[in-house]
């Protein structure tokens, strides 16, 4: 997994409409607040054939895998396309679908999300994994491996 700033330190969030596990809205979603675990960001947009057939499939997976485990996960819409279509609704539906009880973020910066601008992704879906130290440990659409990278960086500490 080589794309986006692997191997930089991960600039803070700077996405400020959030909602809950519980879709009620909440105060954003830092990094810095999580600090002490890893941390995985998952990117999606709502009409995103991607997202659905094997992203969100992986996120679930990634979060039962790690549960009890000091690993903290984020959703994020980023909005690059489609505005419309990915509107802020869209997360709680999308968040009841797959029964993740995480926090969603809404990024609909223009022209470009700052989600996507900071960390150099390429589109939906997208993971980005964060090491205890703040560092970008993996970027990429493709989920292959993340399992294992996650492992590392929590042995790592």
Not at 19 to 27: C, F, H, M, R, T
Request: with cysteine; net charge negative; glycine share 10%.
């Amino acid at each position: 997994m080589q794309d986006g700033i692997v191997g930089a330190q991960a600039p803070e969030l700077r996405v400020d409409d959030w909602i809950d596990g519980q879709g009620q809205a909440a105060s954003p979603w830092r990094l810095a607040d999580h600090a002490d675990s890893v941390r995985v960001l998952y990117c999606f947009q709502a009409w995103c054939p991607g997202c659905h057939s094997y992203g969100f499939p992986t996120l679930k997976a990634l979060t039962q895998r790690f549960a009890g485990e000091d690993v903290q996960f984020a959703v994020i819409q980023t909005v690059f396309e489609g505005h419309d279509a990915n509107g802020p609704e869209r997360r709680r539906e999308t968040q009841r679908q797959y029964e993740l009880p995480l926090p969603f973020g809404q990024d609909a910066a223009q022209p470009l999300p700052h989600t996507m601008a900071d960390y150099q992704s390429g589109g939906t879906p997208w993971f980005i994994v964060i090491d205890r130290q703040g560092q970008v440990v993996a970027s990429d659409f493709r989920p292959q491996g993340l399992e294992r990278v996650i492992e590392k960086a929590l042995r790592d500490g």
